[in-house]
Protein backbone atom coordinates (compact mmCIF):
# COMPACT_ATOMS: atom_id res chain seq x y z
CA UNK A 1 0.00 0.00 0.00
CA UNK A 2 1.27 3.31 -1.26
CA UNK A 3 2.13 6.28 1.33
CA UNK A 4 -0.83 8.26 0.40
CA UNK A 5 -3.61 5.09 0.28
CA UNK A 6 -2.09 4.75 3.87
CA UNK A 7 -3.21 8.18 4.83
CA UNK A 8 -6.22 8.25 3.14
CA UNK A 9 -7.41 4.91 5.21
CA UNK A 10 -5.97 6.63 8.50
CA UNK A 11 -8.01 9.77 8.09
CA UNK A 12 -11.06 7.80 6.88
CA UNK A 13 -10.76 5.78 10.21
CA UNK A 14 -10.30 8.88 12.15
CA UNK A 15 -13.30 10.45 10.84
CA UNK A 16 -15.46 7.63 11.80
CA UNK A 17 -14.30 7.63 15.66
CA UNK A 18 -14.43 11.37 15.48
CA UNK A 19 -18.22 11.14 14.70
CA UNK A 20 -19.07 9.13 17.64
CA UNK A 21 -20.84 11.87 20.14
CA UNK A 22 -18.72 12.32 22.87
CA UNK A 23 -22.02 10.93 25.30
CA UNK A 24 -21.28 7.69 23.69
CA UNK A 25 -18.21 7.13 23.62
CA UNK A 26 -17.60 7.53 27.20
CA UNK A 27 -20.27 5.22 27.60
CA UNK A 28 -18.18 2.74 25.84
CA UNK A 29 -14.72 3.60 27.13
CA UNK A 30 -16.17 2.63 30.43
CA UNK A 31 -17.31 -0.53 29.07
CA UNK A 32 -13.83 -0.95 27.35
CA UNK A 33 -11.81 -0.05 30.20
CA UNK A 34 -13.62 -2.86 32.21
CA UNK A 35 -12.99 -5.40 29.81
CA UNK A 36 -9.34 -4.37 29.63
CA UNK A 37 -9.11 -4.44 33.85
CA UNK A 38 -10.79 -7.87 33.48
CA UNK A 39 -7.70 -9.37 31.38
CA UNK A 40 -5.82 -11.64 33.77
CA UNK A 41 -2.18 -10.34 32.13
CA UNK A 42 -3.92 -6.77 33.16
CA UNK A 43 -4.55 -8.41 36.59
CA UNK A 44 -0.96 -9.60 37.35
CA UNK A 45 1.04 -6.78 35.68
CA UNK A 46 3.31 -4.98 37.99
CA UNK A 47 3.98 -2.05 35.92
CA UNK A 48 1.43 -1.06 33.58
CA UNK A 49 2.66 1.08 30.35
CA UNK A 50 0.02 2.94 28.45
CA UNK A 51 -1.03 6.65 27.59
CA UNK A 52 -3.29 9.57 28.12
CA UNK A 53 -5.63 9.72 25.43
CA UNK A 54 -5.93 12.75 22.98
CA UNK A 55 -9.22 13.99 20.49
CA UNK A 56 -11.49 11.30 20.22
CA UNK A 57 -9.29 8.35 21.82
CA UNK A 58 -10.94 5.71 24.15
CA UNK A 59 -10.36 7.37 27.18
CA UNK A 60 -7.83 5.72 29.34
CA UNK A 61 -8.23 7.92 32.60
CA UNK A 62 -10.10 4.80 34.47
CA UNK A 63 -7.60 2.17 33.84
CA UNK A 64 -4.66 4.44 34.84
CA UNK A 65 -6.42 5.19 38.03
CA UNK A 66 -7.02 1.67 38.59
CA UNK A 67 -3.23 0.42 37.99
CA UNK A 68 -2.77 3.30 40.64
CA UNK A 69 -5.41 2.23 42.88
CA UNK A 70 -3.85 -0.96 43.38
CA UNK A 71 -0.32 -0.11 43.86
CA UNK A 72 1.22 -1.13 40.70
CA UNK A 73 3.32 1.39 38.51
CA UNK A 74 2.29 3.04 36.03
CA UNK A 75 4.69 4.37 33.19
CA UNK A 76 3.45 7.08 30.62
CA UNK A 77 5.31 7.73 27.32
CA UNK A 78 7.20 11.29 26.92
CA UNK A 79 7.74 12.49 23.06
CA UNK A 80 11.50 12.76 22.66
CA UNK A 81 10.97 15.27 19.15
CA UNK A 82 14.69 15.53 18.25
CA UNK A 83 14.95 11.20 17.95
CA UNK A 84 11.38 10.90 17.83
CA UNK A 85 11.50 7.76 20.17
CA UNK A 86 9.41 7.70 23.43
CA UNK A 87 10.90 8.54 27.33
CA UNK A 88 9.49 6.13 29.91
CA UNK A 89 8.59 7.65 33.16
CA UNK A 90 6.81 6.36 35.88
CA UNK A 91 4.02 8.63 37.37
CA UNK A 92 3.00 8.66 40.70
CA UNK A 93 -0.07 10.95 40.45
CA UNK A 94 -2.13 12.00 37.24
CA UNK A 95 -3.28 15.52 38.51
CA UNK A 96 0.34 16.66 39.36
CA UNK A 97 2.70 15.18 37.44
CA UNK A 98 1.80 15.95 34.06
CA UNK A 99 2.64 18.58 31.49
CA UNK A 100 0.82 19.39 28.18
CA UNK A 101 3.63 17.76 25.28
CA UNK A 102 3.94 17.47 21.61
CA UNK A 103 0.92 17.58 19.93
CA UNK A 104 -0.90 18.79 23.67
CA UNK A 105 -0.69 15.71 24.81
CA UNK A 106 -0.36 14.85 28.80
CA UNK A 107 2.73 13.62 29.23
CA UNK A 108 4.77 12.87 32.53
CA UNK A 109 6.84 16.20 33.71
CA UNK A 110 11.14 14.91 33.65
CA UNK A 111 11.40 17.07 36.74
CA UNK A 112 8.21 15.25 38.90
CA UNK A 113 8.79 11.43 37.30
CA UNK A 114 11.37 8.97 37.34
CA UNK A 115 12.58 7.56 34.37
CA UNK A 116 11.51 3.47 33.87
CA UNK A 117 12.99 1.03 31.84
CA UNK A 118 10.89 -0.99 28.90
CA UNK A 119 12.34 -3.81 30.94
CA UNK A 120 10.40 -3.29 33.77
CA UNK A 121 7.00 -2.95 31.95
CA UNK A 122 4.53 -6.02 32.15
CA UNK A 123 1.83 -5.00 30.20
CA UNK A 124 2.04 -1.68 27.22
CA UNK A 125 -1.27 -0.44 26.42
CA UNK A 126 -1.22 0.98 23.14
CA UNK A 127 -2.75 3.61 20.94
CA UNK A 128 -3.90 3.55 17.38
CA UNK A 129 -5.89 4.55 14.38
CA UNK A 130 -6.67 1.55 13.05
CA UNK A 131 -6.65 -2.12 13.72
CA UNK A 132 -7.91 -5.14 12.57
CA UNK A 133 -8.79 -8.68 13.41
CA UNK A 134 -5.68 -10.21 13.03
CA UNK A 135 -4.49 -7.43 16.02
CA UNK A 136 -2.65 -5.32 13.06
CA UNK A 137 -2.51 -1.85 14.47
CA UNK A 138 -2.13 1.39 12.42
CA UNK A 139 -0.49 4.25 14.40
CA UNK A 140 -0.63 8.22 13.83
CA UNK A 141 2.34 7.79 11.22
CA UNK A 142 5.24 8.75 13.64
CA UNK A 143 6.43 5.03 13.95
CA UNK A 144 7.15 5.95 17.90
CA UNK A 145 5.39 2.57 19.37
CA UNK A 146 7.21 0.38 16.50
CA UNK A 147 10.68 1.73 17.69
CA UNK A 148 10.10 1.12 20.94
CA UNK A 149 8.53 -2.55 20.54
CA UNK A 150 11.62 -3.55 18.03
CA UNK A 151 13.38 -2.94 21.36
CA UNK A 152 15.12 -6.16 22.63
CA UNK A 153 14.56 -5.58 26.71
CA UNK A 154 10.52 -6.39 25.80
CA UNK A 155 8.87 -8.39 27.24
CA UNK A 156 5.58 -6.72 28.07
CA UNK A 157 2.09 -7.98 26.50
CA UNK A 158 0.74 -5.88 24.67
CA UNK A 159 -3.12 -4.70 24.37
CA UNK A 160 -5.18 -2.32 22.20
CA UNK A 161 -8.08 -0.76 22.78
CA UNK A 162 -10.43 0.24 19.55
CA UNK A 163 -13.70 1.20 18.85
CA UNK A 164 -15.61 -1.17 16.03
CA UNK A 165 -15.89 1.99 14.26
CA UNK A 166 -11.34 1.67 14.06
CA UNK A 167 -11.64 -1.99 12.81
CA UNK A 168 -10.63 -2.50 8.94
CA UNK A 169 -10.62 -5.24 6.90
CA UNK A 170 -7.03 -5.54 6.77
CA UNK A 171 -4.36 -2.95 8.18
CA UNK A 172 -1.66 -2.52 6.25
CA UNK A 173 1.24 -4.45 7.38
CA UNK A 174 5.00 -3.63 6.83
CA UNK A 175 7.87 -6.79 7.41
CA UNK A 176 8.86 -4.66 10.86
CA UNK A 177 5.14 -4.29 12.34
CA UNK A 178 4.10 -6.79 15.19
CA UNK A 179 0.62 -7.44 15.66
CA UNK A 180 -0.87 -6.32 19.42
CA UNK A 181 -0.93 -9.92 21.49
CA UNK A 182 -4.39 -8.84 22.57
CA UNK A 183 -7.20 -6.91 20.95
CA UNK A 184 -10.28 -5.32 22.79
CA UNK A 185 -12.81 -4.01 20.55
CA UNK A 186 -16.82 -3.30 20.80
CA UNK A 187 -17.59 -6.41 19.08
CA UNK A 188 -15.18 -8.76 21.17
CA UNK A 189 -12.00 -9.72 22.45
CA UNK A 190 -8.93 -11.09 19.49
CA UNK A 191 -6.14 -12.74 20.97
Given amino acids: MKPSQKSELRAAVLARRDAIPAAQRDTRSRELSRQVAALPEFAVARTVMAYMPMGSEFDTRPLLQAVLSRGARLVLPRVERATKTLALHAVADL ?48 GFYDKLLSRPERHAITVAVAFVEQLVAQVPVEPHDVPVDILVSDDG ?3
Avoid: T
Avoid at 105 to 126: H, N
Fill in 95 to 142: DASLQAGVWGIREPDPQRCPLASLGEVDFILMPGAAFDRQRHRMGYGG
Fill in 189 to 191: LYR
